[in-house]
């Protein structure tokens, strides 16, 4: 059987490309992953995403697990066969969506209890529980169950939370076993403080694991702080194995975690984006709901090739927004995405050729001359 591995083929700078190899086909790096949270990327065909160039996924365990459950998902095959993607799937532990529920939960050393949003059912959620449920659906890559609190939070309250969550990780690691082909990620934590950063990335490292998250920013903290935090966290972190920055972004925060070390990023933004009529394109955000958009003939983006751009105008992208027609969701969710996977394939390219600054310098040049509407 084919091992999960990494391996690191150019660097420029802080910024990095390289390739991810498990049984299931390869991931090329910097990756962007769309999210699938009910086992879906809403609003497309797993064939139309694969299109986009997307070499992976993102399913949320906490969703599946109430719903269908992930008993049913394994009965019925495993996640990939589930949702038609034979590719690699990563799954998120659930301790973030967990953690959001907010008077819904109750968190102590063993794990979390909490009642369903969908029915207000009890559960609860342990380190072991969340392997035990990722294992059943059978995904390629695993994340540690962790803490992550909301920032702004007082110091105290993030050593806390960082140790407890150092501690599910080695619960983890437990619970997760030998199970060749496959990965488990550990996830660090230590809000913006660099020291408890570095030691949450020492007690990971004596773990060991497959691959190394940068967990608890785009919180609520502002891309400057992010950024400050990226510029140590990364580095604190395995240079051989693959970096992961949880729940980003918009394309600039993605540009900048690349040029920070960062592998590998996921956001549930382009899809998101994509049903409430915001368009991401290489001269900024276009709002097609906007009436400026009523009688252009253009294109989204004259330089695209996706669907939305090769076949329709923005005057019917804005009318099918305004007659709220599911074509329109489907047209610009498609186009984000594409527009997603097209800008991982430009930063890939710059840093494979050293140019990575020179890449950069004429991705914020072009956003900053274009066509920007008013958010």
């Known amino acids: 059987m084919t091992r999960f591995s990494f391996d690191l083929h150019a660097t420029d ?13 390869e991931i090329r790096t910097p990756a962007f992953m769309p999210v699938g949270t009910a086992a879906t990327v809403k609003a497309m065909l797993p064939e139309s995403v694969r299109a986009t160039g997307a070499d992976i996924l993102l399913g949320n365990t906490y969703h599946l697990m109430l719903r269908p459950t992930a ?9 990939h066969k589930f949702m038609n993607w034979e590719r690699p799937i990563l799954t998120d ?30 559960h ?19 994340m540690c169950f962790d803490e992550c609190p909301a920032l702004p939070a007082d110091r105290d309250r993030i050593a806390e939370s960082m140790r407890l969550s150092m501690r599910w990780a080695r619960r983890s690691r437990d619970a997760f076993g030998d199970r060749p082909g ?8 230590g809000g913006l403080e660099e020291d408890l950063r570095a030691e949450s990335a020492d007690a990971l490292k004596e773990i060991g694991f497959e691959g190394y998250a ?11 702080a992010m950024f400050g935090c990226l510029d140590h966290a990364a580095e604190q972190l395995p240079q051989h194995k693959p970096r992961y920055l949880m729940g980003v972004g918009k394309p600039d925060d993605i540009v900048g975690a690349v040029a920070r070390g960062i592998d590998m990023m996921d956001c549930v933004l382009p899809s998101r984006s994509g049903r409430t009529g915001q368009v991401f394109t290489r001269r900024g955000v276009v709002n097609i709901k906007n009436a400026r958009h009523a009688d252009d003939s253009r294109p989204l983006d004259e330089d695209c090739g996706c669907p939305a751009c090769r076949g329709y105008s923005r005057a019917y992208l804005h009318h099918v927004f305004r007659a709220q027609e ?9 186009h984000n995405l594409h527009y997603y996977q097209e800008l991982m394939q430009g930063m890939r390219d710059a840093i494979a050729t050293g140019s990575f600054d020179t ?12 066509d920007i509407d008013p958010v």
């Open 214 to 224: 940068v967990g608890g920013l785009a919180v609520g903290e502002g891309q400057e």
């Open 93 to 122: 532990s659930g301790g973030f969506q967990v953690m959001s529920l907010a008077g819904l939960r109750k968190l102590t050393e063993e794990g979390v209890t909490f009642k369903s949003h969908i029915d207000g059912s009890k």
């Open 326 to 334: 599911m074509i329109s969701g489907m047209l610009l969710t498609w």
């Open 124 to 142: 609860a959620l342990t380190p072991e529980r969340s392997m035990e449920i990722q294992r059943l659906l059978g995904s390629d890559i695993v």
């Open 13 to 25: 700078g802080g910024a990095r490309t390289g390739t991810i190899t498990t049984p299931r086909g």
């Open 182 to 189: 496959h990965a488990l990620f550990g996830i660090q934590q």
């Open 71 to 79: 008993e049913r998902i394994d009965r019925l095959g495993g996640l």
């Open 359 to 370: 890449w950069q310098a004429e991705f914020h040049a072009m956003r900053a001359e274009g």
